[in-house]
């Protein structure tokens, strides 16, 4: 069951499979497009996991074991691309909340998004070597974009766990906070970036913005109410 939640500019995506630990099956691929559906129009996205034991175990291989011809896995593996494509193309920023461990399919469901939170106990690993493959998803070239060629030839290749602080200190995570604080700071993350100017920061940090787009963008924030009224508070602040 893949569900979502729609707060003022904010969308929730919960991959709540507890029988699987939130594993991703084929009817989950297309909830998951139905959701990124729905949360159009959202100024920032969240995908995260029911429970506190995983976030993405990864695809669900009871249910993926039917897969058995060159055709049949080329078709699962662009198939769940392009979900984790859609994610990655969001206009919005988008958030994973490492609720729990990130493994496998579920590393490449995590940097699809812009950003990651982790609880400070979860573990997170491109371990499909250990299956004797590969990622699928689009993982490794995301991995390889997000720490270059050679780490992402190396944690993919040997399937390696990393915990969320060593994870942090590679760049593959971006913030930790203790498991007690998550569920607030991830939220709190989410809330400020639907509140400020991620939209309009995930447009201007793609790939070829030009000046001028990005000045425009600049120029919008700049004449909104929202601009003048904060000028207004920082300005009597200090009086």
Avoid: Y
């Avoid at 995908?47 to 699962?76: N, P, Y």
């Avoid at 998550?182 to 993350?189: G, T, Y």
Wanted: charged share 25%.
């Amino acid at each position: 069951m893949v569900e979502l939640e729609l707060d003022r500019g904010l969308a929730v995506i919960t991959i709540n499979r507890p029988e699987a630990r939130n594993a991703i099956a084929p009817a989950t691929m297309d909830e998951l497009d139905k959701a990124i559906d729905a949360a159009e129009g959202a100024r920032a996205l969240v995908i995260t996991g029911a429970g506190d034991r995983a976030f993405v175990s990864g695809g669900d291989l009871k249910e993926l074991a039917l897969v058995r011809t060159d055709e049949q896995a080329r078709a699962m593996a662009l198939r769940m691309r392009g979900v984790c494509d859609r994610l990655a193309a969001f206009p919005a920023p988008v958030i994973a909340a490492l609720n729990g461990h990130a493994i496998g399919g579920g590393a490449e469901v995590a940097v699809a998004a812009d950003l990651r939170i982790a609880a400070a106990d979860v573990k997170i690993g491109f371990t499909q070597a250990t299956l004797a493959i590969m990622p699928a998803w689009g993982g490794a070239e995301r991995l390889a974009a997000l720490l270059g060629r050679g780490r992402a030839i190396l944690l993919a290749g040997t399937g390696r766990l990393l915990d969320a602080p060593e994870a942090e200190s590679l760049g593959l995570i971006d913030q930790v906070v203790p498991r007690a604080d998550f569920a607030d700071a991830w939220r709190a993350l989410a809330r400020s970036l639907t509140d400020g100017p991620g939209l309009e920061l995930k447009r201007v940090t793609a790939p070829g913005v030009t000046a001028e787009e990005s000045a425009a963008e600049f120029a919008r924030l700049w004449v909104a109410d929202a601009h003048w009224a904060a000028v207004e508070k920082a300005t009597n602040r200090r009086k």
